[in-house]
């Protein structure tokens, strides 16, 4: 099945796993994970988005959102870090509903390095296994965020991919990622532009465009971007007809839905169906990947925050 379900310790909400990726097949889970390139490159899908990522690149695959991960042909050392929502809404009550975009040529670079090196430390952290390394990690976890929140969890489109939008205002990024994850949490239901300006206390024609400014599209086609996204996993992960899919994720006709799922995915829902449920990860189609040493993982990571400049001793 596409839904993977994810397992912690009882006392630490963190999983920590650094391999070498051959290929981890199509997947889902509820919670929030970091990947991270420590050497070499690996391909990233995300939704309808192929991505290539190379060392200190940094991705986020939020919950329900289907990924895999495969080797570029090479050797390559990469850290996914899987955070327990569980645990974590204690702290940040709407993280389940947070859409962070870590991949970005817009964010300035001081952000980027700034995001790299917490994480890097929160894995250094792990990796020393200190009496209080749990405690560490949560900690760090916590910080990191709180740090996504304040800087990632806004995004726009690059050619056709959503990436982080650079933003300074707090007030802006609060509200343009409220307005996001409310689409997101009611994309089956009928949204009006005049629910949400109600809902924001703005006028419909100052909240237009903000959504056109802040993600690249108007209102209603960033409504049916989402439905088409949220639409993979009934497709992929169930044989309903095309049909009922379309109602199911809000969609007026199955034209057009089609017309939305084609313009993103670049073929039919039925073509996608198609090419991708034998891709999906299984007992048959299982991960590919082979865990590097921890005195391994840790030259690795020391190695790239010394190239952060961290002034700590390591």
């Not at 959504?211 to 209102?219: D, L, N, Q, S, V």
Request: aromatic share 12%.
């Amino acid at each position: 099945m596409l839904l993977q379900t994810i397992i912690y310790q009882d006392d630490f909400p963190i999983n920590i796993r650094v391999s070498e990726i051959k290929n981890v097949p199509l997947h889902y889970h509820s919670d929030v994970e970091f990947v991270v390139v420590l050497s070499g490159e690996i391909n990233l899908t995300n939704g309808y988005g192929k991505f290539t990522l190379s060392e200190g690149e940094i991705f986020t695959n939020n919950g329900n959102e289907i990924h895999s991960l495969s080797s570029c042909g090479s050797s390559n050392m990469v850290a996914v870090i899987q955070i327990s929502n569980s645990f974590f809404t204690k702290y940040f009550p709407t993280l389940g509903k947070s859409i962070y975009r870590t991949n970005s040529i817009k964010t300035s670079g001081s952000k980027q390095n700034d995001l790299l090196k917490m994480i890097l430390m929160i894995l250094l952290q792990y990796f020393k296994k200190d009496s209080n390394y749990k405690n560490d990690c949560i900690n760090g976890t916590i910080e990191l965020i709180n740090y996504l929140n304040k800087n990632f969890n806004l995004f726009t489109f690059e050619n056709r991919l959503p990436v982080s939008a650079s933003e300074e205002n707090p007030i802006i990024i609060e509200r343009v990622s409220r307005i996001i994850s409310y689409i997101y949490e009611n994309y089956k239901n009928k949204i009006t532009l005049d629910n949400i300006a109600e809902n924001e206390h703005l006028s419909m024609f100052y909240l237009s465009h903000l959504i056109k400014e802040y993600t690249g599209m108007g209102f209603r086609e960033f409504l049916c971007f989402a439905r088409a996204e949220r639409s993979e996993i009934p497709l992929l992960d169930t044989s309903r007809k095309i049909s009922i899919i379309a109602k199911d994720v809000g969609f007026s006709t199955t034209d057009y839905y089609k017309k939305f799922f084609e313009k993103w995915y670049g073929h039919s829902p039925e073509e996608h169906r198609t090419l991708n449920q034998p891709l999906i990860m299984s007992n048959l189609n299982p991960a590919r990947l082979e865990d590097a040493p921890d005195s391994t993982a840790a030259t690795a990571i020391k190695g790239l925050l010394y190239g952060l400049d961290v002034n700590m001793e390591l």
